[in-house]
């Protein structure tokens, strides 16, 4: 009789293309046991019930006045909740109406398909209940209107779709008219129980069973065993012959794989995208060198104490800006400008050191203007300035152009040798590793540990030649290996 | 069905312009609408929101249709997902007893005063029709006065097709709508812009944002247009073609009349209802100064969720400028605090003392740490009065933040 009644329904969850929640096998199984149908979609609602029930997806129906979707605002409801129908689920807005989105159905929220602040469709899922298999599959959009069966009615020419009461219409959900329907009981004969006076189903099986007092009672035999409905017994007896075997639906679980997103490059991801394309018609040449930097590592340790009293924490990069700045002032040709047919050379005056930076926003290079007239401090406190600004996005248009050398500290987050791309019109740009410590051989073949930092350079192989930037580089180093000796070239 | 036919037929018969006249003809005969005008009497805001939605709650709209007409003494009325502190100032409007309310409706913000008229129109969901209303009032004002009214696509009313003179918001349930809009006839407009106006900065939100637009007086154009005229062509308008016509004046004070309105009187005054149900937002902000010649940024980011603070983050560049425990114990501090001036400055006070017995807050700390405090203080926009830009490179608010340092009264 059960696999029966399943069968039937069976044919009319696939007839109306309904999401399916069990194999007929695990209920067959379940059915002795008395227990219920293990849902594969949302292992959280096992609950005990005897029946077979079934996930209904409620469509976000038609607002009105040609609106195709809403934004979710706020959910009244979570997953696992139980509602019954006509509460609340969740508030949306569109276009300065806030509508609540009430239920059709009663039963188990399984599923929120949209989160708050989504855009919702019309027409579309906008959750999906758990119900039990009375609920008429027919009617899936949720309409405000519980009014509206009356107009739906005009296509059904059964009498029990409308009915008058003394004066007023019942009140009774599909389901329970089927139900009515299927037992032949006169809803007008059936007192409502429900919100506003409606007839629930329990309110028809009580009357069946002969329960309801004060209403003229047809006493209808109870139907045959096939097509009784929940009996006030919870358990579901096995037929005695064995039924005509159904077969069960493939489930594919989903696979919890990722998924391909795709979005527009934008804002100054692009920018760089332009830029580096732009690059690639440079002959670059790259030139990489060791610097070893342990007399710098000490005076730093005997000026940082001094350097905080001004308030300023002493880091490298203010030196090797002004290391860069004084070396070009012997090779002025890397700090020059080539134009875009490259028929002229401009050797600019002031020394703009960039300084590449990795901002959230993408990789900007903002630049320290006139370093050759800077002091070390100065430009320290410049550099914390455009920290700032990177930092909290704010980097003008003055302090991004008008860049004539480029350095780039990619050390600071690792790595040692690097080849950078020259950032078109400047023709030359340096790259600093991670200062380590290795060991290393000094004069007298003792092995000393020495702070090691890498340098990559590259230059634009049309105007530099390779000698320029080994000797520049060479200079820059000289600088850095013995910082007392650029006393003698500090402007 | 039947209809459908005789319109198909008779267009044939007929011709197009006279089948429109016969489908108007049919509605308004379909129109059996009980329909009823109330005026209410109470010039407090909560009080005819109260009213508004116990009539929406309590009335069987299968029978009739409502026009609920009101003004209210000052106050800013802002929409079910908006942002209060975004939206208008919220600081000025407590100082002078600005009310501020948060409607069950969606849409914008709009400042309301005694020269501004509410329009509530309250039916079933069949009949719900925005444009069908607004060109009922400005059909009833125009046959008046002669006065050039237009509807715009947003369903904003235009006088001179330029100057806003209404805003419409609408909520629609199961099986029952309203749709309410404001019609500025006599309103301060000077206050009007002041006050939707807000000090907040830096701020992302995802909540609804109002769109300005500017505005002007009927009574600009018609001097003599007040409350009660305009209530009577109004309702007159609404009335005709129908059976009845019931204008009644209420009180929505009237308990009898309206039992349990109280309910909905104490939800829309809760603050949690007004502030609380403000989608999360956060703001950010950065200040600089200068101590000990040295230039100094701070960087104050923080997020409001349900009314209070959460994830006080601050940053300060170079970072020896300020101990990280003082930030720490102010992160801690702050956490959960309820977003209004008084909680605020109570817990910084607190943290402030607690700063003091750590020895945190010291002689040479202590103007960091003050104008720290004050940089919070700035960033939440709460203190009344005006503020200078906001720009962190404008030396003018350097100086007044050193101004205010030695009124601190911390």
């Not at chain 2, 508004?52 to 309590?58: A, M, P, T, V």
């Not at chain 2, 008046?144 to 369903?155: A, E, F, G, M, Q």
């Amino acid at each position: 009789m059960a696999a029966r009644r399943i069968s039937k329904n069976w044919i009319k969850l696939t007839k109306y293309n309904q999401v399916k929640t069990a194999s007929i096998s695990i209920l067959k199984r379940n059915i002795s046991n008395k227990l219920t149908v293990p849902l594969f979609r949302n292992a959280r609602s096992i609950h005990i019930s005897p029946c077979l029930n079934e996930i209904v997806q409620f469509n976000l129906s038609d607002i009105g006045e040609g609106i195709r979707e809403v934004q979710i605002k706020e959910w009244y409801v979570n997953v696992g909740d139980t509602i019954s129908q006509f509460d609340s689920l969740c508030e949306v807005q569109s276009d300065k109406a806030s509508v609540t989105i009430t239920s059709r159905f009663d039963g188990v929220v399984s599923k929120l398909c949209y989160d708050v602040d989504d855009i919702a469709l019309v027409g579309k899922p906008l959750v999906e209940i758990e119900t039990d298999s009375s609920t008429d599959t027919d009617k899936l959009e949720g309409k405000y209107d519980e009014s509206s069966s009356s107009s739906s009615s005009s296509s059904d020419s059964e009498s029990y779709m409308e009915q008058r009461l003394r004066g007023h219409k019942t009140l009774a959900t599909p389901a329970v008219r089927k139900i009515s329907k299927e037992n032949k009981v006169r809803l007008s004969d059936v007192k409502g129980t429900g919100r506003d006076g409606r007839i629930l189903k329990e309110d028809i099986l009580n009357f069946i069973a002969g329960k309801q007092p004060g209403v003229t009672q047809e006493i209808t035999p109870p139907a045959p065993a096939v097509s009784q409905p929940i009996a006030s017994s919870p358990v579901v007896q096995q037929p005695a012959t064995t039924p005509t075997p159904v077969i069960p639906p493939k489930i594919t679980p989903q696979p919890v794989l990722g998924e391909d997103t795709t979005e527009r490059i934008k804002g100054i991801r692009k920018a760089m995208v332009k830029t580096m394309t732009a690059a690639q018609t440079i002959p670059p040449f790259g030139y990489y060198d060791e610097i070893d930097l342990t007399e710098l590592v000490r005076f730093r340790e005997m000026i940082k104490q001094q350097a905080l009293q001004r308030g300023v924490k002493f880091s490298y990069m203010p030196v090797f800006i002004k290391a860069v700045s004084m070396a070009l002032r012997e090779y002025p040709i890397l700090n020059s400008s080539v134009d875009e047919k490259v028929e002229n050379i401009t050797y600019k005056a002031s020394h703009n050191i960039g300084l590449a930076m990795d901002t959230k926003d993408g990789l900007l290079v903002p630049n320290i203007k006139n370093v050759q007239s800077l002091s070390i401090y100065e430009i320290a406190s410049e550099l914390n300035r455009l920290h700032a600004l990177g930092l909290a996005g704010k980097l003008g248009t003055d302090d991004l152009t008008g860049g004539t050398f480029s350095l780039s500290n990619i050390g600071s987050i690792g790595g040692t040798y690097a080849r950078p791309v020259i950032l078109p019109p400047e023709v030359a740009i340096g790259a600093l590793g991670k200062i380590q410590a290795l060991p290393r051989f000094d004069d007298e073949d003792n092995l000393v540990k020495r702070y090691i930092m890498q340098v990559s350079w590259s230059a634009d192989h049309r105007v530099i030649e390779g000698a320029t930037m080994a000797r520049f580089s060479n200079l820059w180093k000289s600088y850095l290996e013995n910082p007392t000796s650029m006393i003698l070239d500090l402007k | 069905m039947k209809i459908i036919n005789l319109v198909k037929s008779s267009r044939r018969l007929l011709g197009r312009s006279s089948v429109i006249n016969l489908c108007r003809h049919i509605a308004s005969q379909g129109n059996t609408q009980h329909h009823k005008v109330l005026v209410s009497k109470s010039l407090n805001i909560y009080e005819n929101l109260a009213l508004e939605d116990w009539l929406y709650e309590n009335t069987d709209f299968n029978k009739e249709t409502i026009l609920l007409l009101w003004h209210n003494s000052p106050c800013v009325v802002f929409g079910r997902h908006q942002n209060p502190w975004i939206e208008c100032n919220v600081p000025y409007c407590e100082k002078f007893g600005v009310d501020l309310v948060r409607r069950k409706s969606g849409g914008g913000t709009v400042y309301h005063d005694e020269g501004n008229l509410n329009c509530s129109f309250m039916m079933k969901q069949s009949l719900y029709n925005r444009r069908r209303n607004l060109q009922l009032v400005v059909d009833a004002l125009t046959y008046k006065w002669n006065t050039p009214l237009s509807i715009n696509d947003r369903d904003d009313i235009l006088l001179l097709d330029k100057y806003k003179i209404s805003g419409t918001a609408s909520k629609l349930g199961r099986n029952k709508t309203y749709h309410h809009f404001t019609l500025l006839y006599n309103v301060d407009t000077l206050r009007l812009k002041s006050i939707l106006h807000s000090n907040l900065d830096g701020t992302i939100s995802n909540a609804t944002r109002s769109i300005p637009a500017p505005v002007m007086n009927l009574v600009d154009l018609v001097p003599d247009i007040d409350f009660s005229s305009l209530v009577n062509v109004i309702s007159e308008r609404f009335v005709e073609d129908t059976e009845s016509s019931v204008v009644e004046y209420v009180d929505p004070a009237d308990k009898s009349a309206f039992p349990g309105i109280n309910k909905h009187l104490a939800e829309l005054k809760a603050w949690n209802w007004i502030f609380a149900k403000t989608p999360p937002f956060s703001i950010s902000r950065t200040f600089q100064n200068e101590f000990s010649r040295t230039i100094t940024f701070l960087e104050v980011s923080l997020d409001v969720t349900k009314g209070k603070i959460h994830n006080l983050d601050l940053k300060v560049t170079p970072p020896t400028m300020i101990d990280s425990k003082v930030f720490i114990a102010l992160s801690v501090g702050m956490e959960e605090t309820q977003f209004t001036l008084n909680e605020i400055s109570k817990k910084l006070s607190s943290v402030k003392m607690e700063w003091i017995t750590s020895r945190l807050y010291t002689v040479e700390t202590h103007a960091i740490l003050d104008w720290t405090l004050l940089c919070i203080i700035e960033t939440v926009a709460l203190h009344h009065g005006r503020t200078p830009s906001q720009n962190t490179d404008n030396n003018s608010e350097k100086t007044y933040l050193n101004n205010n340092e030695s009124q601190a009264t911390w």
